[in-house]
């Protein structure tokens, strides 16, 4: 029986993107095909659990019913054999990927995070669907190369570098609705950085915002 490496499952609050405030089951799946330098997430522990035992276990707290799978690298595992049984017992399915990997066409909500200018030999973009995007921002990669015309919502999260002082620059940089110059593999010319808090992102006035949004 196909078994999925889980590193834990848990309740909370989704803090990010479009969806934050939301309360959600999330999903951690261990590994990931890539290592970026900045990476702090634990998603070498696992135990072994079935598509019904994960069900079972997100089931605990359906009332809300939204799954965030997330890790780690999702993409690697999930599968339309685990989909169709959290869309079975009612919950809409969101996942946090690096877009390396081909996903399930029937995920509800897609966040691509994409890593490739941070690894050497990253693989290209296999996602097809994107609902969002969430670049982080290291100060030195410019993120307006993801600003895609067909995704309607763009997310700028600061990088902890590791260093406090180049962390408040990269902060600085993003936090003060600022212009930055575009690199020239950008057709949309200038990229503006606005900053906002959840209650004016769930405010309804997406497009008389600035289309990126600053994630802290
Ligand atoms: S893609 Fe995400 S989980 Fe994988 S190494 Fe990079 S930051 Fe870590």
Redesign the pocket.
């Known amino acids: 029986m196909k078994t999925y490496r889980i590193n834990e499952i848990f309740y909370s609050l989704q803090g990010e993107g479009r969806h934050t405030g939301r309360a959600a089951v999330f999903v951690r799946f261990s590994g ?1 095909n ?3 330098p900045f ?1 702090d ?1 634990d ?1 070498k522990t696992y135990r072994r659990m079935t598509a019904r035992e994960i069900t079972e276990a997100v089931s605990k707290w359906s009332d809300c019913g939204f799954v965030v799978l997330t ?3 999702p993409s690697l595992q999930v599968d339309e054999e685990l989909i169709e049984a959290l869309h079975g017992e009612g919950f809409y399915i969101a996942i946090e990927t ?1 877009g390396t990997c081909p996903l399930p066409s029937a995920i509800d909500w897609v966040t691509l995070s994409p ?1 490739n200018c941070f690894v050497d030999h990253a693989p290209a973009l296999a996602a097809k669907k994107i609902d969002e995007v969430k670049v982080v921002f290291d100060g030195i990669h410019d993120p307006s190369s993801w600003d895609m015309a067909s995704v309607p919502y763009l997310n700028l999260q600061p990088c902890d570098t590791g260093n406090a002082e180049r962390n408040r620059e990269v902060t600085r940089h993003g936090t003060s609705p600022c212009k930055l110059r575009s690199s020239s593999t950008s057709s949309k010319g200038d990229c503006f950085y606005y900053f906002c808090s959840p209650k004016e992102y769930n405010s309804g006035n997406i497009k008389q915002m600035k289309r990126w949004m600053l994630l802290v």
């Open positions: 990931c890539l290592k970026c990476c997430t998603f890790g780690g690298e690096n890593k």
